[in-house]
């Protein structure tokens, strides 16, 4: 078989080693034709879509600001109904709207808005038309991920190391120019701890000395809420609940402001959780809840706070009190007498 004007031609005295030598003379030809094929079906699917899908032409400028009017996310929007998906704009930029916060419910749409985001400004900077009304869309560098959780079990990191790893990546890696998402971080240790390291995060983004990068932050951290007041560049957004009776409304409508509710029980209650746990679960949050509004009124009441005066009871006694004496085994209590007596001789005279 012979290559010729395009077309082939069959010759039978021609061995398999010889027609694949006439093949190969034609490999950069072939790799050309195959190349333009490619970017042709690529461009006529982004066209297609664009078309069926109401998408727009963005304007993509070297300016700062990322301006999205009802953005929505391309593919979520094609698994529901017509009409159903719910859009929603966002504003960032290089100054006053840096870094966003984002709190709100569980399933209530923090991840997909943070997601349709950093897809609208990829597709309009591979030059795609985009999911919303409108869209102006500052040039960005790389777009950042911190989102989801997952292990490294064979290599010996846990959730939470794996999730740091990918935090450090960024912090290291980003410039001014890039977009951040970071979905829950800290999550994956003890509450102040996690908190405190999200905390840290936020401001080093906001810190123009450090990045100064346009970020959308989601957390369940509400107390995060309150880096708004502190620093500048950092604005507050919630996702729209309407609550009626014990039934809780997911509008997944983004608006200006902070929450401090999750539903989390909620969310349970819709995942089918036994009716015995989540009752037990919302006894525990109302005891939880009332026992913070206590700690806050004593910290916030000179008069509740104890007098310093007072002797306070000393560790080893607290952890005397409540030592189990009949769980133990005789060895057990001894060898725990050994213990409190070593941490008393440690101690100064």
Known sequence: MRLTQGTFSFLPDLTDEQIRAQVAQETPRLQ????????????????????LQRYVRPDVNEGGVIRIVEGRHPVVERLQRPGEFIANDALLDLEQNRLLIITGPNMAGKSTYLRQVSLIVLMAQMGSFVPAQSAAIGLVDRIFTRVGASDNLAGGQSTFMVEMTETAQILN??????????????????TYDGLSIAWAVAEFIQDRSHLGARTLFATH??????LAGLREGIKNYTVSV?????????????????????????????????????????????????????????????AARPDPTLPLPHPIVEEVRQMDLFTMTPLEALNRLADLQRK??????
């Not at 008393?344 to 005279?349: A, F, G, I, S, V």
């Open 173 to 190: 890696c980003a410039t001014s120019r890039s977009l951040i998402l970071l979905d829950e971080i800290g999550r994956g240790t003890s």
């Open 32 to 51: 050309s034709m195959g190349d333009t094929v490619a970017v042709l079906d690529v461009v006529a699917a982004l066209a297609e879509t664009a078309a």
């Open 242 to 302: 309407r609550e009626r009776d014990d039934e809780v409304l997911f509008l997944r409508k983004i608006v200006a402001g902070a929450t401090d509710r999750s539903y989390g029980i909620h969310v349970a209650r819709l995942a089918g959780l036994p009716a015995p746990v989540l009752s037990r679960a919302q006894e525990v949050l109302a005891q939880l809840e009332h026992s913070s509004a206590t700690a806050s009124d004593e910290q916030a009441s000179p």
């Open 221 to 226: 951290y509400h107390e995060m809420t309150e």
């Open 344 to 349: 008393l001789d440690q101690e100064p005279r």
